[in-house]
């Protein structure tokens, strides 16, 4: 018994390389279904694993937590897959004496990348193009058939100008020659500015500024409903909103309220308030692009997730300071 390998349990499935991986140094227990667990499988998991791993699937509320602690919890380590962990009620889960890691860094350039997809899609009105040709309504070219935005030489504003917000900014700025300006809790590095040309703003000075408007801040208490009704009317009418951070940074019915009235001119979302259902409002908007959050979904970056999770595991279980851990 002393030998015995650590038990670690994913709620969802992971990459094959990094469960075979996994497999090698622990005892594996995977949810074959890959559906999102119930609160009362969540609370098992807890009973079950000396590690558990979520995703953001996850909603470990505290009364999961309570739930879990009246049949004993064994997990001490929660290696969340993912970077945002606001479906982790952390208080309860330090409570419960578990400490927490995320996989920060390794999403960021496939995030920008779809960010950057959206930004695209909705100037050129990609979404309405694709949709008139698979429906078979295209009558051929014309000269002022489904007119445009170009995004050359456009104003990008940035909210939250972390790792992968400054990723998309040098996409934009690098890529395509857009003026840069941001805001957030704190200003980037000299260099990084002066690289991209880029101002920082108050949120309100951003928003009556830029042509597209992308969301890159975290979700917190802070952010929650962030672009709420007053935001989107300071927004241009000709602005566009882009979000892949997380859903409950903008109120869902307030963006629609402003899509209907023209109050801005589209939207592009990889991210919901209450995945995975969006609002049936939003997906009849012509003007709103809808992607099913996956902005980190490429095979690179998902294998580079699991690997940081599982680094955070090694160190764990070898009592090694956690290379990931939640402050």
């Given at each position: 018994?002393?030998?015995?390998?650590?038990?670690?349990?994913?709620?969802?499935?992971?990459?094959?390389?990094?469960?075979?991986?996994?497999?090698?140094?622990?005892?594996?227990?995977?949810?074959?279904?890959?559906?999102?667990?119930?609160?009362?499988?969540?609370?098992?998991?807890?009973?079950?694993?000396?590690?558990?791993?979520?995703?953001?699937?996850?909603?470990?509320?505290?009364?999961?937590?309570?739930?879990?602690?009246?049949?004993?919890?064994?997990?001490?380590?929660?290696a969340?897959?993912?970077?945002?962990?606001?479906?982790?009620?952390?208080?309860?889960?330090?409570?419960?004496?578990?400490e927490?890691?995320?996989?920060?860094?390794?999403?960021?350039?496939?995030?920008?990348?779809?960010?950057m997809?959206?930004?695209?899609?909705?100037?050129?009105?990609?979404?309405?193009?694709?949709?008139?040709?698979?429906?078979g309504?295209?009558?051929?070219?014309?000269?002022?058939?489904?007119?445009?935005?170009q995004?050359?030489?456009?104003?990008?504003?940035?909210?939250?100008?972390?790792r992968?917000?400054?990723?998309?900014?040098?996409?934009?700025?690098?890529?395509?020659?857009m003026?840069?300006?941001?805001?957030?809790?704190?200003?980037?590095?000299?260099?990084?500015?002066?690289?991209?040309?880029?101002?920082?703003?108050?949120?309100?000075?951003?928003?009556?500024?830029?042509?597209?408007?992308?969301?890159?801040?975290?979700?917190?208490?802070?952010?929650?409903?962030?672009i709420?009704?007053?935001?989107?009317?300071?927004?241009?009418?000709?602005?566009?909103?882009?979000?892949?951070?997380?859903?409950?940074?903008?109120?869902?019915?307030?963006?629609?309220?402003?899509?209907?009235?023209?109050?801005?001119?589209?939207?592009?979302?990889?991210?919901?308030?209450?995945?995975?259902?969006?609002?049936?409002?939003?997906?009849?908007?012509?003007?709103?692009?809808?992607?099913?959050?996956?902005?980190?979904?490429?095979?690179?970056?998902?294998?580079?997730?699991?690997?940081?999770?599982?680094?955070?595991?090694?160190?764990?279980?070898a009592?090694?300071?956690?290379?990931?851990?939640?402050?």
């Amino acid at each position: 018994m002393k030998n015995q390998k650590p038990v670690v349990l994913l709620t969802r499935r992971w990459p094959e390389a990094v469960e075979a991986a996994l497999a090698e140094k622990y005892t594996l227990i995977r949810n074959d279904a890959d559906v999102p667990y119930s609160a009362a499988e969540l609370a098992a998991a807890l009973t079950q694993a000396d590690a558990v791993c979520p995703t953001v699937t996850d909603a470990l509320t505290a009364d999961v937590f309570a739930a879990a602690s009246k049949l004993g919890i064994r997990a001490k380590l929660l290696a969340n897959f993912g970077v945002g962990y606001n479906h982790i009620d952390i208080a309860s889960a330090r409570a419960n004496g578990l400490e927490i890691t995320n996989t920060p860094g390794v999403l960021t350039a496939a995030t920008a990348e779809i960010a950057m997809t959206l930004l695209l899609m909705c100037a050129r009105r990609a979404g309405e193009g694709e949709r008139l040709v698979r429906n078979g309504d295209w009558q051929g070219w014309h000269p002022t058939h489904m007119l445009s935005t170009q995004v050359t030489g456009k104003t990008l504003g940035i909210v939250g100008m972390g790792r992968i917000g400054i990723a998309m900014a040098r996409q934009a700025h690098h890529g395509f020659g857009m003026r840069v300006v941001y805001s957030g809790r704190s200003r980037v590095a000299e260099s990084v500015g002066l690289e991209l040309g880029a101002e920082f703003l108050s949120l309100d000075e951003l928003l009556a500024t830029a042509d597209f408007v992308s969301l890159h801040c975290p979700a917190t208490p802070e952010t929650r409903n962030l672009i709420d009704a007053r935001a989107l009317t300071l927004m241009r009418k000709d602005a566009v909103l882009i979000n892949t951070a997380r859903g409950d940074v903008v109120v869902e019915d307030d963006l629609v309220e402003a899509l209907k009235n023209a109050e801005i001119a589209g939207a592009g979302l990889d991210v919901y308030a209450h995945e995975p259902s969006v609002p049936a409002e939003l997906q009849a908007l012509e003007q709103v692009v809808l992607l099913p959050h996956m902005g980190s979904g490429t095979r690179e970056t998902r294998e580079a997730m699991g690997l940081c999770a599982m680094a955070n595991l090694q160190a764990y279980f070898a009592k090694q300071p956690l290379p990931n851990a939640i402050a």
